[in-house]
């Protein structure tokens, strides 16, 4: 996670709009209930909330299988980034790339 805030935080382009996080297999009903997979990302949030500073239109996207679309899911994944959820910058699309039963 360390590597990913120093690169994260190298970034100075005004032409920033999004960052994408794409779970390439659909997590399991026991991470999906859990805080664990969001917790560790506080830092990258703040870094997140800072982009908005000068690129206002800036949204992080959680790209998953049908869980985009789970209440469950995207309260999880708020709790995880709370900067970029109380701005209302969280976008949830389905993953075509997931393989779902």
Same mark, same amino acid.
């Given at each position: 996670?360390?590597?990913?805030?120093?690169?994260?935080?190298?970034?100075? +382009?005004?032409?920033?709009s999004e960052f994408v996080i794409e779970l390439g297999i659909p997590p399991s009903k026991v991470?999906?209930?859990s805080l664990s997979p969001w917790?560790?990302?506080?830092?990258?949030d703040q870094l997140f909330g800072c982009f908005l500073s000068w690129c206002p239109n800036f949204k992080l996207v959680i790209r998953?299988?049908?869980l985009y679309n789970c209440d469950e899911f995207r309260a999880k994944?708020? @709790?995880?980034?709370?900067?970029?959820?109380?701005?209302?910058?969280?976008?949830? @699309?389905? +993953?075509?790339?997931? @393989? @779902?039963d």
């Open positions: 996670m360390k590597s990913l805030w120093t690169s994260l935080s190298t970034i100075m +382009s005004l032409d920033l991470i999906q209930l917790a560790s990302w506080d830092k990258i998953a299988g049908r994944a708020k @709790e995880g980034f709370p900067l970029m959820a109380r701005r209302d910058r969280i976008q949830f @699309e389905t +993953s075509y790339a997931v @393989e @779902e």
